[in-house]
């Protein structure tokens, strides 16, 4: 996915009256042809704080959905002073060492790794296919995987560094999409509820909220305290 996968809750953002943007890693989405070897979680860490520091963007909402949650966590690890709120949309809670991988259920990355391909020279993950998307409207779903691109498996096989808990001290809130549940995050959000430091929000929408159900996304953020 990339930052095209966010436009449906910038327009209700920007129609708020918020300055709202969405970023698109190296190698994938819109940056596809940027594909290469070379990329992993460091490398779009590194691009994403890259593009902060040079737009000195500051006292920032950040959001992560899913996949983007990750590298949203690490930015929060490394500057903690630009971010007034981090926001993670139906990920998972990142621990230092850990990888992807190793993280989510066993079986669902047994099989994942059976889908690895390479395209110019990198290990990717294949996009998913549109009935696995957990988005009922068909119309959105084949529009989605129109545009869907691989993504480095180097992002889900190597463990991650944090030097500080969840969040590092910023206020923090987990929206939780709750219908249907997403297998990939079982037992996600119980654990979620036990920290409390965390503000829980479920919504009653599948995974890919942000295509699937704007309205609800923009609402929380908008609510945000």
Not at 105 to 128: S, W
Request: aromatic residues 6%; contains cysteine; hydrophobic residues 45%.
């Amino acid at each position: 996915m990339g930052a095209w996968t966010w436009q449906f809750v910038l327009e209700r953002l920007r129609a708020a009256g918020h300055t709202a943007e969405a970023h698109t890693f190296p190698g994938v989405g819109e940056r596809a042809a940027e594909l290469s070897p070379a990329l992993d979680n460091d490398a779009f860490l590194a691009d994403t704080l890259e593009r902060i520091e040079r737009e000195d963007l500051r006292d920032i909402v950040l959001v992560g959905h899913s996949f983007g949650s990750l590298i949203a966590q690490m930015v929060a690890d490394r500057i903690p002073e630009r971010i007034a709120h981090l926001v993670i949309i139906d990920g998972g809670i990142a621990r230092d060492g850990q990888s992807i991988f190793g993280r989510i259920p066993a079986h669902i990355a047994a099989k994942r790794k059976t889908l690895v391909q390479t395209v110019n020279g990198t290990e990717v993950l294949p996009f998913a296919p549109a009935g696995s998307l957990i988005i009922d409207d068909p119309e959105l779903a084949a529009w989605t995987h129109r545009q869907l691109t691989p993504h480095p498996v180097a992002c889900y096989t190597k463990p991650i560094r944090l030097s500080h808990p969840a969040g590092n001290g910023r206020p923090m809130t987990y929206i939780a999409c709750t219908q249907p549940r997403y297998p990939v995050s079982a037992g996600m959000h119980e654990k979620v509820q036990a920290m409390p430091h965390i503000r829980f929000r479920p919504i009653a929408a599948g995974h890919n909220c942000i295509l699937s159900a704007p309205d609800l996304v923009a609402d929380e953020l908008l609510a945000l305290p």
